[in-house]
């Protein structure tokens, strides 16, 4: 929400409601997934001053909560940890923009593939989708690794272990929008309230994508004591050969 908001006041709030219309025509409707967009989109498009500062509680809470979950993983502690995993996911906010405005405009390339039709254009529209989302992740990935997870790896690691974790989270998005497609009742198991099915399911899916973040930390460090350990092995051979 506060993307849509940040990126009405780079462009206008007219380009980001028909861009976000485009981007719903993509979305099936069997679930009523174009209504929710649309609903967010408005939302964003709406947001006041007092509504932006009110939602950065949220945020910053998520913050917290990567910066704990990667820290599990890293074998050290720290003083202050939710001020740290909630102040430094806030700079994400002057990236929110400049990203999800050319999301939206392949949104409109993917929208015109659409219309187009064809084996060729349904292909098209799948690359095109599948690497905005990765170009798009790669670097708030790098910055949730490093900046927000406090994550200590080498460059080179931080980077493919952040062109992994997009390549892996797009691919899931992609999985998403198909399970988007699928003709279920999602309140059946629920009395018939359908509300509390799309909570539940897409709380499963949330939970299945930051999974995939917390793997992709892992393939990350594992990469990065990959390349320690043949640093350590150049090293260790250039001193054995190294005269006297």
Known sequence: MLAFALTGLLTSTGTVRELGGRLGDLLPAELGAPDALARLVDAGARLDLLGGVLALLPMSLYGEGLRRALLRFSGREEAMTAWRGRLAALPLLLLAPVLLYPLLLAAGVMADLADTGGAGAALGRIAVGF?????????????????????????????????????????????????????????APFGGLTVVGG??????????????????????????????RRARDDAGRAGRSAPG
Do not use: K
């Open 199 to 228: 909570v539940v399911a897409l709380g499963l899916w949330l939970f299945a994508l930051h999974l995939v973040v917390l793997i992709g930390w892992l393939a990350t460090q594992a990469l990065d004591a990959r390349l320690a």
């Open 131 to 187: 690497y905005s989302v990765l170009v798009a992740l790669t670097l708030p990935l790098a910055w949730g690794f490093r900046v927000v997870g406090g994550g200590r790896v080498r460059g080179i690691a931080l980077i493919g272990g952040a062109l992994f974790t997009a390549a892996c989270v797009s691919g899931f998005l992609q999985g998403f929008v198909l399970f988007l497609s699928l003709p279920l009742d999602l309140g």
